[in-house]
T-cell receptor
């Protein structure tokens, strides 16, 4: 499986610590996304970026931060301000434009557990 | 505002029976709809998109603008269809997902 990679697969964090989740893609996609997946709640958008050096808040951005310094990379930092960070985090990317012909491609995910 | 609703969190059917996973949407523009699937231990992936009007793994989905629905159907369920299914609506800048339906096919 190439395309989009996420690391680590599992991450454990103590309360009060910031952690950074990695997302890399080699698909030459312009847009990248971070979602949080919780049972019964579907996928909720945290942050997204349409272009390098620019990003927008999604529906649940509080307690998270991102950067987009390179086209291939879109790391997500879960800060100590995030009240309920234990979840499965998914990164996705998409080619710009194309409407319904351009779907999002997803990474394998990172499971974050706060101890 | 964009909204996608999947009313069933869990759906269980027997092998060989028909399957229908419901999806309703709310969107002021022209909708671009997708079904994504997540099999056990695999990453989330596209199953089908409304614009292609295709059948993938025996599944079809028809966009009904009058009822604002995009239900996923398969006439004869197979055990390998057991998975988590998400309906999604592409807006101007982002994809909005429904809450998901976990489909279990019983032997």
């Amino acid at each position: 499986d190439g395309g989009i990679t996420q690391s680590p697969k599992y991450l454990f964090r103590k309360e009060g610590q910031n952690v950074t989740l990695s997302c890399e893609q080699n698909l030459n996609h312009d847009a990248m996304y971070w979602y949080r997946q919780d049972p019964g709640q579907g996928l909720r958008l945290i942050y997204y970026s349409q272009i390098v050096n620019d990003f927008q808040k999604g529906d649940i951005a509080e307690g998270y931060s991102v950067s987009r310094e390179k086209k291939e990379s879109f790391p997500l930092t879960v800060t100590s301000a995030q009240k309920n960070p234990t979840a499965f985090y998914l990164c996705a990317s998409r080619k710009k434009g194309g409407g319904a012909y351009n779907e999002q491609f997803f990474g394998p995910g990172t499971r974050l557990t706060v101890l | 505002a964009q909204r996608v609703t999947q009313p069933e969190k869990l759906l269980s059917v027997f092998k060989g029976a028909p399957v229908e996973l419901k999806c309703n949407y709310s969107y002021s523009g022209s909708p671009e709809l997708f079904w994504y699937v997540q099999y056990s231990r695999q990453r989330l992936q596209l199953l089908l998109r409304h614009i292609s009007r295709e059948s993938i793994k025996g599944f079809t989905a028809d966009l009904n603008k009058g009822e604002t629905s995009f239900h996923l159907k398969k006439p004869f369920a197979q055990e390998e269809d057991s998975a988590m299914y998400y309906c999604a609506l592409q807006g101007a800048q982002k994809l909005v997902f429904g809450q998901g339906t976990r489909l279990t096919i019983n032997p």
